[in-house]
C-alpha cells in the first residue's frame, strides 16, 4: 500500500541552528501539507502545498518556515533558525484532492527536539 | 475563527459501544473526518461524511448533522486496541483541502 515517508525520525538540534526536515508524498497524489503536534496538544495546520506553490499557510508558519519541492517526489519542511517551542512532532501529509473522500495521509512523523 | 470540540477523555469497557461525540463552528463546511492517532503514531483516516447522516464501516460508524454542527463516531465491540485518540477534524469550504482537527479524545478500553 503506498505510503507517506518521513525523513529524520527524530532530530535533536540547538536553538538557532537550522533542521530540514524531508518527507515523501505518495506519488500520485497533488497536495501537500506540513502539520506539526506538541507534546499533549493537537494536530496543528502549518502549511499546504499545491501546483508547486503554497496554497494556505497558518499564522505558526512565519518566516522562519519554508517548504520546497525540489525535485519530482521530495517535499521538505525547513526551520531556518529553530527555537526551543519549535519542539514537536512534524507531521507531513498528502492527498489527492477530492478525487474520492480526499483525506489526507500522513507519514509517521519526523519528531523534532531543540535545546 | 474556526472551533471544534470533543471531549478530552473518556473510558469504555472491552466488547461495550462507545460514542465520541463533536460539534464544530466553521465559516464553511466540505466535509468532516474522523482520525485515530496512538501515541506516538501519525494519524490513521477513520470516517468521511459530508452529508448528513450514518455511515458505517464494520465496527466504526460516523454520523453526521449539518444543521447542528454535530459529528459522532460510535465504535462496536470495543477492543483493547482500540485506545487511542480520536480526532475529529472538518474541512473548510474554500481551503486548499486542508483539515482543521479538534483536540483529540483519549480513549482507554478497559478490560
Known amino acids: 500500500e503506498p505510503e507517506v515517508t518521513q525523513t529524520p525520525s527524530h532530530q535533536v538540534t540547538q536553538m538557532g541552528q537550522e533542521v530540514i526536515l524531508r518527507c515523501v508524498p505518495i506519488?500520485?497524489?497533488?497536495?501537500f501539507y506540513w502539520y506539526r503536534q506538541i507534546l499533549g496538544q493537537k494536530v496543528e495546520f502549518l502549511v499546504s502545498?499545491?501546483?508547486?506553490?503554497?496554497?494556505?499557510k497558518s499564522e505558526i508558519f512565519d518566516d522562519q518556515f519554508s517548504v520546497e519541492r525540489p525535485d519530482g517526489s521530495n517535499f521538505t519542511l525547513k526551520i531556518r533558525s529553530t527555537k526551543l517551542e519549535d519542539s514537536a512532532m512534524y507531521f507531513c501529509?498528502?492527498?489527492?484532492?477530492?478525487?474520492?473522500?480526499?483525506?489526507?495521509?500522513f507519514g509517521e512523523g519526523s519528531r523534532l527536539t531543540v535545546l | 475563527g474556526q472551533n471544534i470540540d470533543q471531549p478530552t477523555e473518556m473510558t469504555a469497557t472491552e466488547g461495550a459501544i462507545v460514542q465520541i461525540n463533536c460539534t464544530y463552528q466553521?465559516?464553511?463546511?466540505?466535509?468532516l473526518f474522523w482520525y485515530q492517532q496512538h501515541a506516538g503514531e501519525a494519524p490513521t483516516f477513520l470516517s468521511y461524511?459530508?452529508?448528513?447522516g450514518l455511515e458505517e464501516k464494520g465496527r466504526f460508524s460516523s454520523f453526521l448533522s449539518r444543521s447542528k454542527g454535530y459529528s459522532y463516531l460510535l465504535l462496536k465491540e470495543l477492543q483493547m486496541k482500540d485506545s487511542a485518540s480520536y480526532l475529529c477534524?472538518?474541512?473548510?469550504?474554500?481551503?486548499?483541502?486542508?483539515?482543521?482537527f479538534g483536540s483529540g479524545t483519549q480513549l482507554t478500553v478497559l478490560p
Open positions: 501529509a498528502s492527498s489527492d484532492g477530492g478525487a474520492n473522500t480526499g483525506e489526507l495521509f
Open positions: 466553521t465559516s464553511g463546511f466540505n466535509g
Open positions: 461524511n459530508v452529508l448528513d
Open positions: 477534524a472538518v474541512r473548510i469550504t474554500g481551503s486548499a483541502r486542508q483539515l482543521t
Open positions: 506519488s500520485n497524489h497533488l497536495y
Open positions: 502545498f499545491y501546483n508547486n506553490e503554497i496554497s494556505e
